[in-house]
């Protein structure tokens, strides 16, 4: 847990590289998570990843071509439900 002089002084350190360096605030921006942006993508991306797990759960278990389709089908659901957004 940082103090509240230490809280000053990193504030001041971004402060100082954000004015000099606006690439540098993208990445910060975007290590931060986005703001509101990446929150709303967390569900496309639970879709996708469901999709995907469907896919490889039917390619391990040897499962007909239905569940290995399904599993194609619902990842591009949420790929394109994110490219959407």
């Known amino acids: 847990m940082l103090s509240n002089h ?3 002084e990193l504030a001041r350190i971004e402060q100082g590289l954000a ?3 606006r690439r540098f605030t993208q ?3 975007a290590f931060r998570g986005g703001g509101e942006a990446g929150r709303r993508r967390w569900p496309a991306r639970a879709v996708t990843g469901f999709g995907i797990l469907v896919l490889v759960t039917g390619l ?3 499962a007909d071509a239905g ?9 591009a659901v949420g790929v394109a439900w ?3 957004r």
């Open 6 to 8: 230490e809280r000053r």
């Open 19 to 21: 004015a000099e360096d």
């Open 27 to 29: 990445v910060l921006s």
């Open 60 to 62: 391990v278990a040897g």
């Open 67 to 75: 569940l290995i389709l399904q599993g194609l089908l619902i990842s």
């Open 82 to 84: 994110s490219w959407l």
